[in-house]
């Protein structure tokens, strides 16, 4: 009962906060590229083929990242594709240190190398994750089609902590990775990186949209909340640390929003329903769209990511249709 009180008065809290700061303590999600060097045989990003509308500006990008701290969002993640490939990355992480913003990055690895790791340190970055996907070095080259990655990308967890970058390891927990150990694996090998264990769940989505037979068991799950400890692994977001944690859809919950390369405003990268664009309106009209739409106000919460509940898919199934048609 405490419990409940408690998050009820941040509730509370937070809708009072939001009134006058609408994404007061949100991250934004910002895909800079669709470019990637990679071909993974599990990408999550949906391919609806190329986009007819350019990547953002530069500019663009300064004006969004300014719009979002005015609204009081907390941090910035920059995504893509691969964000290494987007030339003068380091001068939009500076930009959004300037503006009060925190910048964090998603990437391969393969790029990152110790001189990236001082630009971007110096220019501010505050955290990143790097994707391992194995514990062996042939078996993740292999599922990501690039030779040599695996030793890039330790080697760039190292440059990042050298760095003084906050470093995370960001591993998907596939259901026989959790079983066989080599889940627990990742956990000493993150640790031995000096960096955390950030632990995905296999998602229904891009290449792995029809995949039912991916998503993880109770019994998985079990295992996987095991491997949870506060400053060594935690399930997709930081807070969630501990083996009794509540898993947390920081998408649903209003915690974060995404927007695409060329300028959606998007639930999620891997659910990428679009509610409105950058470019014809501000980013406060879309998000209020967006956090206001049934989507939103009919989600109860999930014990995993909403893509992989069978009722949710069942009760948006015109999005999910929407979605694997191409592009126009």
């Known amino acids: ?125 505050t955290g990143a994750g790097v994707s391992l996907d194995d514990p062996s070095a042939e078996i993740h080259d292999r599922e990501r089609g690039l030779p040599g990655l695996w030793d890039k990308a330790s080697a760039a967890v190292k440059h990042l902590v050298a760095a003084g970058v906050q470093a995370d390891v960001s591993f998907c927990a596939t259901k026989e990775r959790l079983r066989d150990g080599r889940a627990a694996e990742m956990v000493l090998l993150a640790e031995k990186l000096g960096a955390r264990l950030r632990i995905l769940s296999p998602m229904r989505a891009g290449s792995w949209d029809g995949s039912a037979e991916e998503v993880l068991t109770p019994a998985d799950i079990k295992i996987l909340r095991s491997l949870l400890a506060p400053g060594k692994a935690h399930w997709v977001v930081s807070p969630a640390n501990t083996p009794d944690t509540t898993f947390i859809c920081a998408s649903f919950c209003r915690w974060k929003i995404d927007v695409t390369a060329s300028g959606d405003v998007v639930p999620c990268t891997y659910f990428p329903v679009p509610f409105g664009n950058i470019r014809r309106e501000g980013v406060r009209e879309s998000v209020r769209r967006m956090w206001n739409s049934p989507l939103y106000k009919d989600f109860k919460g999930s014990q995993d990511c909403p893509l992989n509940d069978p009722s949710f898919r069942e009760l948006r199934s015109d999005l999910f249709e929407a979605l694997r048609k191409p592009r126009a």
């Open 1 to 125: 009962m405490k419990g409940n009180t408690l998050d009820g008065f941040k509730g509370l809290a937070l809708g009072a906060l939001r009134l006058f700061k609408p994404l007061f303590g949100a991250t934004l999600m910002l895909s800079v590229t669709e470019k990637c060097q990679g071909r993974c045989a599990r990408c999550a990003v949906r391919r609806q083929g190329p986009s007819s509308e350019p990547e953002l500006s530069d500019e663009e990008i300064k004006k969004l990242l300014a719009e979002i701290s005015r609204l009081g969002a907390r941090e910035v993640s920059f995504f893509g594709g691969e964000p290494l490939l987007r030339p003068g990355l380091p001068g939009l992480v500076r930009s959004a240190r300037e503006l009060g913003l925190r910048a964090t990055l998603t990437t391969n690895g393969l790029l990152l190398d110790k001189a990236a790791a001082l630009e971007l340190a110096a220019a501010g970055l």
